[in-house]
């Protein structure tokens, strides 16, 4: 079963952590804690059982809590293996091109697959723009932050739930984010530049969910303007009918 594979390989690496970086308490519970709500999660799919993409998905996931236990050391005030943490984070960020086509080549995509996926993705992000906020401002949460406030708003906002079309301009700008955060977090470039390269990542999401957010108003005043005719069309034949009024009368 994934779930316990998941389990016990990011309980693995967060021992390894320990060894070769010093992970501290709070990096343990932390990592944990994810490794332990992933295997939840993962155990309650319903369907016929992993496939071979979601193995992939599954060791970025796991890769990503370790960059979450070293994120959390961090905030803690325990200082990051940066090199690590890069490492880590860049592996993840690479094997994202890996399990979409191995479940292509082998026929297994599933809805199932393409949800860990991209909630592997996100989580991935949020965790990176943590550390990254912590070099160049508290700005840089909105990256990992967005994509939470979008799904949030879908929940208020029933016409929103439709599944956009996707694009290449937005799997562009999804696969820039992870990879203006990692080159920022490795510390090499000067702030100004690691600066300026976050904040047009930061820009072209912008673009891109305001393009999802247009794409739906423009799919909701479609379906209103096609509804209008037949709601027109079909008052002349409730009047005929002699069908109730609001009231409760015959209309006339």
């Not at 990992?144 to 929940?155: D, H, K, L, S």
């Amino acid at each position: 079963m994934i779930a316990t594979t998941v389990l016990g390989g990011e309980l693995v690496l967060l021992g390894v952590l320990a060894v070769t970086t010093g992970l501290g308490p709070v990096g343990w519970a932390v990592g944990a804690a994810h490794a332990v709500v992933l295997a939840v999660l993962l155990a309650r799919r319903r369907d016929d059982g992993p496939r071979p993409a979601d193995r992939v998905t599954g060791l970025r996931a796991v890769l990503g809590g370790g960059v979450t236990a070293l994120v959390a050391d961090g905030v803690a005030g325990h200082a990051v293996d940066v090199a690590v943490l890069v490492v880590l984070a860049g592996l993840a960020l690479a094997l994202d091109a890996v399990d979409g086509r191995v479940a292509r080549r082998t026929g297994t995509a599933s809805a199932f697959g393409a949800r860990f996926d991209m909630e592997a993705d996100a989580w991935l992000i949020a965790v990176l723009a943590v550390y990254v906020a912590g070099l160049l401002g508290a700005w840089v949460l909105a990256i990992g932050a967005m994509r939470y406030a979008y799904v949030a708003g879908t929940a208020v906002v029933a016409w929103m739930r439709a599944p956009v079309p996707p694009t290449r301009g937005a799997k562009i700008v999804a696969a820039a984010q992870g990879i203006a955060l990692v080159v920022a977090s490795a510390q090499l470039l000067p702030v100004p530049v690691a600066t300026a390269v976050v904040g047009t990542a930061l820009a072209a999401l912008v673009w891109s969910f305001g393009r999802d957010v247009r794409w739906h108003v423009s799919r909701r005043r479609r379906g209103r303007s096609a509804a209008a005719p037949r709601r027109r069309s079909a008052a002349p034949r409730r009047a005929a009918s002699g069908s109730p009024g609001p009231a409760g009368t015959p209309r006339r």
